[in-house]
């Protein structure tokens, strides 16, 4: 299991649709605990852009490589894009529930989400159909010569559209979205999420994400 040089990309997706998103409980499977998870759906010229950013990134970083001889890489490497019931494409970024400092001590990870404005949020019931945006780390990986590609990063999730898991929108339900009365936009305590800081995004001791991860 190799990985190259700890060489993260950073970036930021173009907004598009959640699908599944475990921002607060890990995702299981099995009884086993996969980590915090969300998919995106873009449009089919942007998810082919995306596709295309990643596999480009991915040439780039393979000259960080020293494979051993008969060693190679797959003519088609894991880039996280995942294929719905549906036929929706998804891109999947995922991350562990913690993580480790360089002083060996195990923390946990908060996922930061934040809405339109940069605010904080809880938003624990997140549901398939909100508008986000999200930031990630990608990275290349090798494990054998028919499993390797780039691991997508979870860092954080911008909340464009917000609609709570189960639910519907506003517009779904038939409602006017221009009455006069409460918005939650200009409402400071709404959803308002400003307790359990996540520190493993700066500079600092932390390693954020665990080598060898395979998405």
């Known amino acids: 299991r190799i990985r190259a040089n700890k060489n993260y990309i950073n970036g930021v997706t173009p907004k598009g649709n959640a699908y599944y998103a475990y921002l607060r409980k890990p995702e299981m499977?099995?009884?086993k605990e996969l980590g915090y998870s969300i998919q995106i759906a873009f449009t089919p010229k942007e998810a082919?852009?995306?596709?295309?950013?990643?596999?480009?990134?991915f040439e780039k970083a393979k000259s960080d490589f020293e494979l051993k001889p008969g060693k190679?890489?797959?003519?088609?490497?894991?880039?996280?894009m995942h294929t719905l019931s549906d036929g929706t494409v998804t891109f999947k970024f995922k991350?562990?529930?913690t993580y480790k400092t360089k002083a060996g001590d195990t923390v946990k990870r908060t996922?930061?989400?934040?809405?339109?404005k940069g605010h904080p949020i809880k938003a624990n019931n997140l549901g398939n159909g909100s508008v986000i945006r999200v930031s990630y780390s990608m990275s290349?990986?090798?494990?054998?010569?028919?499993?390797?590609?780039?691991?997508?990063?979870?860092?954080?999730v911008q909340v464009l559209k917000y609609v709570p898991y189960g639910g519907n929108d506003a517009a779904s339900l038939g409602f006017s979205t221009d009455e006069e009365g409460y918005d939650s936009t200009?409402?400071?305590?709404?959803?308002?999420?400003?307790?359990d800081k996540d520190e493993s995004l700066h500079d600092g001791d932390e390693v954020p994400f665990d080598e060898g991860e395979e998405f």
Do not use: H, Q
Request: net charge negative; with cysteine; aromatic share 12%.
């Open 48 to 57: 082919e852009a995306f596709k295309n950013k990643i596999l480009d990134e």
């Open 72 to 80: 190679k890489w797959s003519k088609e490497p894991t880039i996280g």
């Open 140 to 156: 290349p990986y090798w494990m054998s010569n028919m499993v390797n590609g780039m691991s997508l990063y979870l860092r954080g």
């Open 186 to 195: 200009v409402d400071p305590d709404y959803d308002a999420d400003v307790e």
């Open 111 to 116: 996922i930061p989400v934040v809405d339109a």
């Open 95 to 97: 991350c562990k529930r």
């Open 29 to 31: 499977y099995e009884g």
